[in-house]
T-cell receptor
Framework: AQSVTQLDSQVPVFEEAPVELRCNYSSSVSVYLFWYVQYPNQGLQLLLKYLSGSTLVKGINGFEAEFNKSQTSFHLRKPSVHISDTAEYFCAVSPYNQGGKLIFGQGTELSVKP | DTAVSQTPKYLVTQMGNDKSIKCEQNLGHDTMYWYKQDSKKFLKIMFSYNNKELIINETVPNRFSPKSPDKAHLNLHINSLELGDSAVYFC????????????????FGPGTRLTVL
């Protein structure tokens, strides 16, 4: 079985400040790791994903994430946030060979204030 | 051009009714999914189809039945609607066949907000 825990349900931050959204997972099988973003009243879109190779993954809009196998974590970071980054962020895992099933964390609401 | 579209966007109905939500993707993808997002924004997979074949069927009540007439469409029919079915339902698609879909990016539709009164 797999589970994903996003450690912060809400993260308020001021514009141009750095931010880190934390994600831990547990799984009895190998998984791929994803971060998706959901802007208000929209569907989800991919920010970045880790499949293999370098543990530092760069995504869209200046976001990056680091896979840490020993800590089973996949934290998302951005060095300087904008108002437009205000959204809900979801960490997810996809177990190998399970048809693309995504198991999501509870989401982190990032609120960027001017 | 809309990649993954859903109709309707909003659906308000009474308990006990039967309703359908339609999903279409014009990306040429082989795999399609249905997810349910509850009032706390928690997302859970319900079904997936790969080229019209059911691949994932999570523990969803039998009142929910997906139908895939072709690989570009995956509809969701719900019988005897209950209050607890109120949620936002998202359709998604991904390019790969079932064996490699785990690594694929999924492309989500805009969602259908279902309200059961």
């Amino acid at each position: 079985a797999q589970s994903v825990t996003q450690l912060d349900s809400q993260v308020p931050v001021f514009e141009e400040a750095p931010v880190e959204l934390r994600c831990n997972y547990s799984s009895s099988v190998s998984v791929y790791l994803f971060w998706y973003v959901q802007y208000p009243n929209q569907g989800l879109q991919l920010l970045l994903k880790y499949l293999s190779g370098s543990t530092l993954v760069k995504g869209i809009n200046g976001f990056e994430a680091e896979f840490n196998k020993s800590q089973t974590s996949f934290h998302l970071r951005k060095p300087s946030v904008h108002i437009s980054d205000t959204a809900e962020y979801f960490c997810a895992v996809s177990p190998y060979n399970q048809g693309g099933k995504l198991i999501f964390g509870q989401g982190t609401e990032l609120s960027v204030k001017p | 051009d809309t990649a993954v579209s859903q109709t309707p966007k909003y659906l308000v109905t009474q308990m006990g009714n039967d309703k359908s939500i339609k999903c279409e993707q014009n990306l040429g993808h082989d795999t399609m999914y249905w997810y349910k997002q509850d009032s706390k924004k928690f997302l859970k997979i319900m079904f997936s189809y790969n080229n019209k074949e059911l691949i994932i069927n999570e523990t969803v009540p039998n009142r929910f039945s997906p139908k895939s007439p072709d690989k570009a469409h995956l509809n969701l029919h719900i019988n005897s609607l209950e209050l607890g079915d109120s949620a936002v339902y998202f359709c998604a698609s991904s390019p790969g066949l079932a064996g490699v879909a785990s690594a694929d990016t999924q492309y989500f539709g805009p969602g259908t907000r279902l309200t059961v009164l």
